[in-house]
Structure formats: C-alpha cells, structure tokens
C-alpha cells in the first residue's frame, strides 16, 4: 500500500510539473514584442540678470521644451520605423515682448520590407509632415505674420530603397518619386504667396479678383541621410540631411533641409546640446524690415544654432 501511495504521488507531481511546462511554453510568446519604444522629454532654461551693472545689460529668460517619441516595429523583413519630434521655445526680454525662438511640429513615417534577413537594403515608402505651433513674425512687428499654423505646412510622400545598419546608426534613402505637398491655410498669407503657392489676383484699382491658392504640388527626387551614434563617451550625435528637387519646376534647383545636433550627458538627467538647423528653399523668400514695414526679397539660406543645458526625462 505505500509503495502504491508513493508510486501515485510521484505520478501526481510528474502531472503537475508536466502543465507547467506547458503554461511556461504557451505564455512565452505573449512576452515577446517586436516593437521599440522611445519617449524623451526635456526643458532647457537660460537666465541672465544684471543689478547695478556698468556696462549695462538686460534681464532675460529663454526656455525651450522639446519632446522625442519613437515607436519602431522590427520583424524578420518588416521594418517600420516612426517619430514625432516637438520644439517650442521663446525669449522674455525687459524691455520688449516675449518671443518665439523655437517652433517645430515633425512626423515622420517610414515601412521598408527586403528579401532576405541578411541584406541591408529595403524597398521602402516614406511620410514626412513639418509644421509649426504658432504664429512668426519679423520682430519687432508682432502684428502682420510672416508664417502661422499649418503656414506652412509640408507633406512628403514617396517610394524609394532604403539602407539601414543598425550596428552604426546609419540610414539612407533615395526615392525617385516623392509627392511634396507645400499648405499654406493662412488665407492672408496664401493671398502674399508666400512659400511658393499662387498668389491672389488685383485687379489695376487693388480690388481682388481671385484669392491666392492654399496648397501646391510638386513631383520629384528625394535623398535623406541620418546618423544617430554615440561618438565619444557621453557625447550622442543626431544628423539629418535632405535633398529633394522637382522635375517640372526647375529641375536642377535642390532645397536642403539639414539638422545636427550632440547631445551631452552630464548625468542620468542633465544634458548638454548644441547643434544648427540650415536650411535653403527657393520658394521661401526672405522677409526684412524696411522702414518698419516686412518686405519680401530674394530666397537666402535660412540658418538657426542653438545651445543649451536643461533636464531630460526618458520614460
């Protein structure tokens, strides 16, 4: 009887220890994800105040908010990879109104599929979306806006080949057909037109006629380049560059879109950047001030530098 009891027992426990083999075998792909997730939140501040300074000076504030999600999709020959960066920054000077230094709304999408697991090469479609938060103006005029909202606003869209090494950081993509979408919903603006769009018609009295067109339509090549990689110890590189010209106006005529920037860490928290924004559109004509009236003239390369410390929160 007790050799029946123990030889029962053993098979009770072998039984137990059978199903959760299968409960841990079963559960196990339900914890695997194929996706990355990155979420980056950050403040930079800059003060400066003087009390009985000789050389004289002005108090000032500069803040800037930025943010960086990620969501990236990575399984066998699928490859999905997709970002939303925002920047809005202004500047509190005595003396003068607060205003805007930094304003960025971008998406950008892109789906790549290869052969094979083994090659770096992918057939890929790409969206990109650029707009802006709020109103700009050509200080010190705060009242007649030179871009707004969804003023512009650009949308590419396009099929191409895209190399990714993972190991390095390094992705390009060369598409020979992109659709890029310029909108202008600022009618005032629309009617100026300003980044490129048709503007109104006067008649010889200044009557309108017909108001400027919200949104113009190109067709052309799109090549982009980044590197995102450590390069030296606690010092992270960010490189983005675009090129893009269009077949039927002016083909030949390139706008550059390029973006750096090295993040410095000081400790889990604090960091350090600096970086530039250039950028050359033959569509975007400079605005400056004459006698206290904006004036459009010529397109000129658009340059923005910055440099900052603030707090970084990754969750």
Known sequence: MKFKACFAVLLLFAFIQNIQSQVIVTTLPDSITYWERKNVVGLDISEIAFVNWSVGGNNSVTILSKAEFARNYHKGNLNWDNELLLRYGFNSQEGQEVRKTDDQVQFTSTFGYRKDTISNWYYSAKFNFNTQFANGYAYPNTTDEISA????????????SEYIRKDIGLNAYFSPLTNKTTLVLNQTLANQGAFGVDPAVYDEEGNLITEGKKSRTELGILVTNSIKRKVFKNINLDHRI???????????????????????????Y???????????????????????????VGPKLQLKQMLGVGVTYSF
Do not use: C, R
Not at 149 to 159: N, S
Not at 252 to 267: A, E, F
């Open 270 to 296: 604090v960091k350090a950047n600096i970086g530039a924004h250039i950028i050359y559109d033959d569509d975007i004509k400079a605005t400056e001030e004459v006698n206290g009236e904006p004036v459009k």
């Open 149 to 160: 909202p969804f003023a512009p606003a650009y949308i590419f869209l396009g099929v191409g």
């Open 242 to 268: 675009s090129f893009y010209t269009d077949y039927i106006n002016n083909f030949g005529n390139i706008d550059i879109d390029w973006q750096w920037s090295l993040d410095m860490t000081v400790n889990e």
